[in-house]
């Protein structure tokens, strides 16, 4: 191969041959060829073969996750000439992510931006046109569940958390400005609000504090309560928090709720009156709109089975909802936008196993969910939309034993409670919350 070539006034000393045709790869070839030898190289395969490119594939799905999203698609039956090599899923946001098969996750995106999504296939040819856009989706942090203070043998200022979608043990998250327990707890989706109840000298601060949840370290001052001192119930949406019930300043039993605004610092302000039981213990939780507080110990001592819900956005909208299956206080709740469930408590001088659930939207009686693990009261919860957690708590009934598992169900469901892990210690009469419950 080393004839000049003349074609026209281009001249072309010894032009590249042709790479082979095998496989995948398809070659090419430059310079200016005489028929002779393009005849030679077709007849010998040697001569490069054009390719075409794979059809477009198909997104099937996307699954939003902590600053990630996982994009699944079917591959286009017609493959092109060649064999596919990658595909590739592009964010709208820019960010992409190349592999051999289905699924792709995209990372580096930012939580709360919804994007959508279109998949490439890439062969020896180039790369296919893009599929159709997927959905929209919104990637998001995991709930975390936040459990405040608490009391065993000593006295808690510990604040520790979970990531509810997955399972495992608490970690520490900071501490409380003084050791407390029997308080109540409310959150939006940034920001943790722990009321504290008795500190170490029974004596109650009616101190208000805060944490933002994403981050990990001690509390804030917030401002501090109206008259409520502790044994109330803490609840809300993403624009309120309510402590209903408890004690009030005389240490009797009451059915005053107070309220605070989430996103700013101050002191509480009177919402209310719950019109249909003074309570002390009682659990509570809440939709977006409705906030719903079952159980507790009355005015007359009788561990009640009442349910009443409010209207959270006005002030003193309540009524009757209806009733738990069974009368108890020292109850937890917790539950999604839709169902509000209530676990255990004590009843007739024993810890409870009982689950309620009811659905928040409508009126009407509890129903029978299943059953805890393990017996328990004081004990605390935490729960975004799929799953809600029990933490802690005593059971007079297994040799007076103090719990530091952690269990959940899911929400959606029925059925007993499964195993989390544990908490940093045993604990009980503590609080809990989450931003990702159902208020929100």
């Given at each position: 191969?080393s004839?000049t070539?003349?074609?026209?006034?281009?001249?072309?000393?010894?032009?590249?041959?042709?790479?082979?045709?095998?496989?995948?790869?398809?070659?090419t070839?430059?310079?200016?060829?005489t028929?002779?030898?393009?005849?030679?190289?077709?007849?010998?395969?040697d001569?490069?073969?054009?390719?075409?490119?794979?059809?477009?594939?198909?997104?099937?799905?996307?699954?939003?996750?902590?600053?990630?999203?996982?994009?699944?698609?079917?591959a286009?039956?017609?493959?092109?000439?060649?064999?596919?090599s990658?595909?590739t899923?592009?964010?709208?946001?820019g960010?992409s992510?190349?592999?051999?098969s289905?699924p792709?996750?995209?990372?580096?995106?930012?939580?709360?931006?919804?994007?959508?999504?279109?998949?490439?296939?890439t062969?020896?040819?180039?790369?296919?046109?893009?599929?159709?856009a997927?959905?929209?989706v919104?990637?998001t942090?995991?709930?975390?569940?936040?459990?405040?203070?608490?009391?065993?043998s000593?006295?808690?200022?510990?604040?520790?958390?979970?990531?509810?979608?997955s399972?495992?043990?608490?970690?520490?998250?900071?501490?409380?400005?003084?050791?407390?327990y029997?308080?109540?707890?409310?959150?939006?989706?940034?920001?943790?609000?722990?009321?504290?109840?008795?500190?170490?000298?029974?004596?109650?601060?009616?101190?208000?504090e805060?944490?933002?949840?994403?981050?990990?370290?001690?509390?804030?001052?917030?401002?501090?309560?109206?008259g409520?001192?502790?044994?109330?119930?803490?609840?809300?949406?993403?624009?309120?928090?309510?402590?209903?019930?408890g004690?009030?300043?005389?240490?009797?039993?009451?059915?005053?709720?107070?309220?605070?605004?989430?996103a700013?610092?101050?002191?509480?302000?009177?919402?209310?009156?719950?019109?249909?039981?003074?309570?002390?213990?009682?659990?509570?939780?809440?939709?977006?709109?409705?906030?719903?507080?079952?159980?507790?110990?009355n005015?007359?001592?009788v561990?009640?089975?009442?349910?009443?819900?409010?209207?959270?956005a006005?002030?003193?909208?309540m009524?009757?909802?209806g009733?738990?299956?069974?009368?108890?206080?020292?109850l937890?709740a917790?539950?999604s936008?839709?169902?509000?469930?209530?676990?255990?408590?004590?009843?007739?001088?024993?810890?409870?196993?009982?689950?309620?659930?009811?659905?928040?939207?409508?009126?009407?009686?509890?129903?029978?969910?299943?059953?805890?693990?393990?017996?328990?009261?004081?004990?605390?919860?935490?729960s975004d939309?799929?799953r809600?957690?029990?933490?802690?708590?005593?059971?007079?009934?297994?040799?007076?034993?103090?719990?530091?598992?952690i269990?959940?169900?899911?929400?959606?469901s029925?059925?007993?409670?499964?195993d989390?892990?544990?908490?940093?210690?045993?604990?009980n009469?503590?609080?809990?919350?989450?931003?990702?419950?159902?208020?929100?």
């Amino acid at each position: 191969m080393s004839k000049t070539r003349f074609f026209g006034n281009l001249i072309k000393t010894n032009p590249t041959l042709p790479t082979a045709n095998s496989s995948s790869a398809y070659g090419t070839a430059t310079g200016i060829w005489t028929l002779e030898e393009a005849g030679a190289f077709r007849a010998a395969g040697d001569w490069p073969i054009p390719g075409s490119v794979a059809g477009a594939p198909t997104i099937t799905g996307v699954t939003a996750g902590n600053a990630q999203v996982a994009v699944a698609f079917n591959a286009n039956a017609d493959a092109g000439s060649f064999t596919v090599s990658s595909f590739t899923a592009l964010a709208s946001s820019g960010e992409s992510a190349s592999g051999s098969s289905s699924p792709l996750t995209v990372t580096g995106l930012t939580n709360g931006n919804a994007v959508t999504f279109t998949v490439t296939a890439t062969n020896a040819a180039g790369a296919s046109s893009a599929s159709s856009a997927s959905s929209s989706v919104t990637p998001t942090n995991p709930a975390r569940g936040v459990f405040f203070g608490g009391l065993v043998s000593s006295y808690y200022d510990t604040i520790q958390y979970i990531t509810i979608p997955s399972t495992g043990n608490a970690t520490d998250f900071g501490d409380l400005s003084v050791a407390s327990y029997q308080n109540g707890a409310c959150a939006s989706s940034t920001r943790g609000v722990c009321a504290i109840g008795f500190d170490v000298n029974d004596n109650s601060p009616k101190t208000i504090e805060y944490i933002t949840i994403a981050n990990t370290g001690n509390t804030t001052d917030f401002g501090d309560l109206v008259g409520s001192t502790a044994r109330f119930a803490g609840f809300g949406n993403s624009t309120r928090g309510l402590f209903a019930g408890g004690l009030n300043s005389s240490y009797s039993r009451t059915g005053n709720i107070e309220y605070i605004t989430i996103a700013s610092t101050g002191n509480a302000q009177d919402w209310g009156t719950d019109l249909v039981e003074t309570r002390e213990f009682p659990g509570a939780t809440a939709s977006s709109t409705r906030g719903i507080i079952g159980g507790g110990l009355n005015s007359s001592s009788v561990r009640t089975n009442s349910i009443s819900y409010i209207t959270i956005a006005s002030t003193s909208t309540m009524g009757d909802f209806g009733d738990l299956t069974q009368g108890r206080d020292r109850l937890a709740a917790g539950g999604s936008s839709t169902r509000g469930i209530f676990g255990g408590g004590y009843y007739d001088g024993a810890s409870q196993e009982t689950i309620d659930y009811v659905t928040i939207a409508s009126l009407g009686n509890a129903t029978d969910f299943g059953n805890l693990a393990q017996e328990k009261r004081q004990h605390a919860s935490a729960s975004d939309q799929t799953r809600t957690t029990f933490a802690g708590g005593y059971n007079a009934e297994a040799s007076a034993t103090y719990v530091n598992s952690i269990e959940y169900i899911t929400t959606a469901s029925t059925g007993n409670g499964s195993d989390f892990g544990d908490l940093l210690t045993t604990n009980n009469q503590f609080s809990g919350t989450s931003n990702g419950h159902g208020g929100l």
